[in-house]
């Protein structure tokens, strides 16, 4: 049922994985890392914890003195230096959550489960060795592998990354993305009769953070030399995300601006609605997106192609949360394209952010999913079940 000469969507977002660069991998100061993804398992530098620690409040005692009343010695706390005086037999050191054990002390027995006497201390009978005590690289020692090629960094990363002493991680490097805003009606002064403000750039541009790109920002007029010099000054960025100018229109500028820097087209329009005239291209190493230039067209496509796109190049395999939901509002039949609809998703409930047009910002903005509806599909009624897919990813998913 697809329309002639226009590609299915689902072969259109293969074809898109399937141009993705390959990157190499980099070293990076860890906390550089955060929402990037491992490239090779991580190795400790330093012994976790650094020393034996003391895991409860209480008393740092020899097994040989349980059921003894012993002598209460100097308090040692958190932060103590390396602590070297021995504790003497039929002596205990009170000590602190986070303190460092002196040798000799076997076991730290919890305040409650001793009687104090002044400076003295009546301990338990039975007294496990070991017990409230993580020795020295007890949890992880120096050299072993402390997380595995392919994990997120998360912020609990950055603090294990820290706590043995690993100072930079190698790690899939953070996406390059260029946004370019075409055309003439993107004016700095919406005032001007006729100019509108550029709503594109910012929404991609905050899409692709989200997911965990680098991006800058450009906005270029309806002019194929504007357009050509700014695409030839982008250095090496692995990806450029047009919007506007990419349908049929006099001023569509930018399937010829691609043809003429010699960018391999890898398709151009996809049998969707909204975002028909989306176009792919190859330049290089560079992957380029043609988004078309209505809000909710460019937004689709940013979604469906482009942030998995950025994924994958930063070595994440994971893909959009689906589900399924009752509909909260009748949906009509469908003609020739497949049709992706807006919905807000809440709690099994799918309520459809039924668009004017493509050109709408205001009706989709609190959608969290998109449903879609078959080529030729049939009016469904409210009530009825609906497969949806999250808009964006789990950040901290592979
Ligand atoms: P185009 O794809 O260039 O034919 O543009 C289609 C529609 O989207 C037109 O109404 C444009 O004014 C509008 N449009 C294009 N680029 C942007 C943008 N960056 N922000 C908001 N609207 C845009
Ligand atoms: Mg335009």
């Not at 299915?8 to 990076?28: G, W």
């Not at 500028?253 to 049998?271: S, Y």
């Not at 997106?289 to 994971?318: E, I, K, M, Q, W």
């Amino acid at each position: 049922m697809s329309m002639a000469g226009l590609l299915e969507p689902d072969v259109a977002l293969e074809q898109v994985l399937a141009a993705v660069p390959t990157a190499t991998s980099v070293n990076v100061p860890a906390g550089d890392c955060l929402g990037l993804v491992l490239a090779a398992d991580a190795t400790a530098c330093a012994d976790l914890p650094p020393f034996d620690r003391a895991m409860m409040d209480g008393y740092a005692v020899r097994l040989a003195d349980a059921g003894a009343t012993v002598e209460l010695l100097g308090e040692i706390a958190a932060g103590d230096g390396a602590y070297q005086k021995p504790l003497p037999a039929g002596h205990a050191y009170p000590i602190m959550t986070g303190a460092p054990l002196p040798p000799g002390a076997e076991a730290v027995v919890p305040h409650e489960q001793t009687q104090r006497q002044g400076d003295h201390v009546d301990l338990p009978e039975r007294i496990r060795p070991g017990a409230n005590i993580v020795p020295r690289g007890g949890e992880c020692p120096a050299g072993r592998s402390w997380a595995k090629a392919g994990a997120v960094v998360t912020p609990m990363t950055l603090a294990a990354a820290l706590g043995v002493g690993a100072k930079h991680l190698e790690v899939h490097p953070r996406p390059r993305v260029v946004v370019i805003a075409t055309g003439r009606e993107l004016a700095a002064d919406p005032r001007i009769a006729g100019q509108i403000r550029d709503t594109n750039g910012p929404m991609l541009a905050a899409l692709f953070q989200e997911v965990g790109a680098s991006v800058q920002r450009q906005v270029v007029g309806d002019d194929a030399e504007a357009l050509c010099a700014v695409l030839q000054s982008l250095g090496d960025v692995e990806v450029v995300v047009l919007t506007g100018g990419v349908s049929a229109g006099t001023h569509d500028e930018v399937p010829g601006v691609l043809r003429r820097l010699g960018a391999e087209i890898l398709f151009h329009k996809v049998a969707q609605r909204p975002g028909k005239p989306l176009l792919v291209a190859r330049l290089g190493r560079q992957l380029l997106f043609g988004l078309p230039g209505n809000p909710l067209a460019a937004h689709l496509c940013a979604c469906r192609y482009v942030a998995p796109a950025l994924r994958r190049l930063a070595g994440r395999t994971s893909v959009p949360t689906r589900g399924r939901g009752a509909l909260q509002a009748a949906l009509p039949a469908n003609t020739e394209r497949t049709w992706f609809l807006p919905a807000l998703v809440e709690q099994g409930a799918v309520l459809p952010l039924l668009p004017l047009s493509s050109a709408d910002l205001v009706q989709p903005h609190q959608a969290n999913a998109y449903l879609r509806l078959d080529p030729g599909s049939t009016a469904m009624a409210a009530g009825a079940e609906i497969d949806y897919t999250r808009i964006g990813v789990d950040a901290w998913a592979r």
